[in-house]
């Protein structure tokens, strides 16, 4: 996202670990521009959903829709799998990858869609039925992942922590952290 702010063209990119070297992969879909790639999460074929959190052009009056996508890891292939999303940043698999979960930050919001196939979602639901979990009051949303028992921890801004939601949509536990802003999760020590 920070290529997009720069001047650069946004986009998704690997790094070679042993030379360093940036190969740009994907800095657009059917001929939209990337705005602001965020979070991505490899399913069980080897491909990767992500959000493309979009962002406000400086001084500009106007919010860029954006989406998620899913994408093949050697550059081969990319297609816009749910638009539009609203600010989509963190995303997640269910343990079994039959669900796809995403945080819509300004809307401090977890949305989720059932998986049809290698990169195929369900058609969105008629109403509130792709919101898994709404926070009350001002409460922004960022990354997340999703543990062993298939609930979502999600980065929780303003409140400072990780908010955990059950896979039935019950907001189960607040982690409190010493951070206000509270942008990344990971699950580590011996009981993770």
């Known amino acids: 996202h920070g290529g997009a702010l720069a001047g650069r063209p946004a986009g998704i990119q690997r790094v070679d670990l042993d030379t360093g070297e940036v190969t740009d992969l994907y800095t657009e879909c059917d001929g939209n521009p990337l705005r602001a790639p965020n979070d991505l999460v490899f399913d069980e074929h080897g491909g990767f959903y992500f959000t493309d959190h979009g962002y406000a052009e400086h001084g500009a009056r106007v919010q860029h829709l954006t989406g998620i996508h899913y994408a093949l890891a050697d550059g081969s292939a990319i297609r816009e799998v749910a638009f539009p999303v609203s600010s989509p940043n963190g995303i997640g698999l269910s343990p079994d990858g039959t669900t796809l979960y995403w945080a819509e930050t300004m809307h401090g919001r977890v949305t989720h869609r059932r998986v049809t196939g290698q990169g195929e979602l369900a058609p969105p639901a008629i109403g509130p039925g792709d919101c898994l979990a709404g926070l009350p009051g001002m409460q922004y949303l960022d990354s997340l992942a999703v543990d062993g028992a298939g609930n979502?921890?999600?980065?929780?801004?303003?409140?400072?922590?990780?908010?955990?939601?059950?896979?039935?949509?019950?907001?189960?536990?607040?982690?409190?952290?010493?951070?206000?802003?509270?942008?990344?999760i990971c699950f580590g020590g011996p009981d993770l």
């Open 152 to 184: 979502v921890c999600v980065a929780t801004l303003l409140n400072g922590g990780v908010t955990v939601v059950s896979p039935g949509g019950e907001i189960v536990d607040f982690v409190a952290a010493d951070d206000p802003l509270t942008t990344n």
